[in-house]
């Protein structure tokens, strides 16, 4: 899930951060999925995986590193906005189920999403 050149430049912390908001995500798309289109519980459709093949790519790359809010909280939207409206349809839907099928994860994501967004924008990343 996360590129292994990317977590090399995360401290320990972040990284796990980093690889539980993407399973969180992953799980999120999945209900999702499961539940509207259904796809079998572990599978994707075609549409649902091209959106978590994005979404990974955008967490994975993300310009706060260490400091990274999480996707609701940030002052910079990187999401295209159909993918941002697709992402935000899963999270309205998968959200509240989010408690009683993955409750630690739910925890940890409501936990993640008190941090403060960064104050500035760090420089983009070549």
Known sequence: MLEESTAKKLSPAAARRLRREMK??????GMYCHDCH?????RLC???QQLWEYARRRVAHCRFRDDKPTCAK???HCYRPDRRERIRQVMRHAGPRMIW???LLAIYHLLDG???PPASTPPTRS
């Open 74 to 76: 940030c002052p910079i």
């Open 38 to 42: 259904g796809s079998r519980r572990g």
């Open 101 to 103: 099928r993955h409750p």
């Open 24 to 29: 969180t995500v992953r799980v999120m798309i």
């Open 46 to 48: 075609a549409d649902c």
């Open 114 to 116: 008190r941090r403060k």
